[in-house]
């Protein structure tokens, strides 16, 4: 027979005691893991669900960032003129986004329809006082518009006072795609999906009066070639039927066009200094020490960048079979590139780029090797030995693709030449 024990007397004193409440508390802590934190990763890394509720609250999240930005409208004009959006059907309230507005109300307009680039006015807005002279020249506008009447600005000038972002299209292929999803189930993605594929156009897209596109990269209010490429890049496949996303793709390509020619070296651009509503009205030394103008926001050399724009036109022509965007004015940024890679490819020889975050403003030391000298990596940061093989292999692969497009339209252009050498 078993014998009744007090507890106290089976535990004793000592060990036996410390070892019941350690096995007391462990058994409790093991419970609270398998009650609620059974559902978290290991690695931290958000589940599905969790990303589903994290969109959903998005919305509030961004009207509560645009209410911050409230007090610039009432520092800006009025003049929404800038981009005729139409009243289509689903077009988001123009009210919902104050600090695009006030973007809007700020940029300088020169008609594209000017037929002496000379009749331009240079400077949109006065020199500083006090501007060295041989400053002067960053605050020069000169370039900045578009000023074409061509096919390609016909098409812009027909379908722009009935744009509106998202085009129809894009609502359409979402809802394509959550059918497929909702059938398989996978109602959190196809919520995902619903936010995410239209956020460039819904709120990182302006259009110009040029016909060009403006689009911000997302959290800073200025335009990168590469991320601009990448971010009109998924909606290509329905643009072939759809002459919304043309105008708005290759207002895109137009607008990368002007940068380019601009500053090859540049990656990313601003349509003007006060970009951010800081308050800012000069250029500082610092700005001159980085190459920087009223215009070029960053002079930091991301070769990468200019793979994207060749990227982006090859992939809008080989979808769309559209190839009026291969102008004189196209000819002449792929000139732009091709010269600068060629100074590049002898960085030691013949380049004169200089950036502050370098080693002494010129990089660690090179031999010409035929590799193309990258000053930055993607991610801002200064190369260490600037021969970046991911950024030379996509300019192979856009050697090729610039190759085949001027064996196509320019046959006899000497640029086949320097796309095979």
Known sequence: MWEAVPVSRWLGRGARAKTFVFLLVSFFLVFLVFQYGVDEPINNSKTIQEWGKMVETSDKANSDKANLDKANLDKANSDKETVESGD???????????????????LGFTSPCVEDDDEVD?????????????????????????????ET??????????????????????????????????????????????????????????????VITGDIPLMWLRDSAAQVNPYIPLAKDDPYLQIIIEGVIRRDIKW???????????????????????????????????????????????????KLS??????TGISAIFDEDWR??????????????????????????????????TCDNKLLWVGMRPSDDSCKYHFLIPANMMAVTSLRQLNEIFTSFFPEDEIIYRTSK
Not at 124 to 133: H, M
Not at 275 to 285: S, W
Request: aromatic residues 14%; proline residues 4%; charged residues 30%.
């Open 314 to 319: 090859y992939d809008y022509w080989k979808s």
């Open 332 to 365: 002449e940024a792929i000139v732009a590139i091709l010269d600068t890679w060629d100074i590049e490819q002898n960085h030691n020889s013949k380049s004169q780029y200089t950036y502050p975050t370098l080693l002494k403003d010129k990089g660690s030391t």
């Open 88 to 106: 289509g059907d689903g077009g988001e309230d123009e009210s919902d986004k104050p600090s695009m507005n006030a973007f809007r109300s700020r």
């Open 260 to 310: 380019i020619k601009m500053d090859p070296y540049g990656s990313s651009f601003r349509m003007f200094l006060d970009f951010d509503h800081a308050g800012k009205e000069e250029l500082t030394d610092w700005d001159y020490r980085c190459g920087r103008t009223a215009y070029v926001a960053q002079h930091d050399y991301e070769m990468d960048s200019l793979t994207y724009f060749i």
């Open 122 to 150: 240079e400077f949109l807005s006065p020199v500083p006082s006090g501007t060295a002279s041989e400053h002067v020249w960053r605050y020069s506008a000169k370039g900045l518009y578009w000023n074409k009447c061509d």
């Open 153 to 214: 600005f016909k098409k812009f000038e027909k379908y722009k006072k009935t744009l509106v972002l998202p085009p129809p299209s894009i609502k359409k292929e979402i809802k394509r795609v959550c059918k497929i999803l909702k059938a398989k189930g996978r109602h959190t993605l196809c919520r995902i999906f619903e936010k995410t594929f239209p956020n460039t156009l819904e709120t990182a897209v302006t259009m110009l009066h040029d016909g060009t596109a403006f």
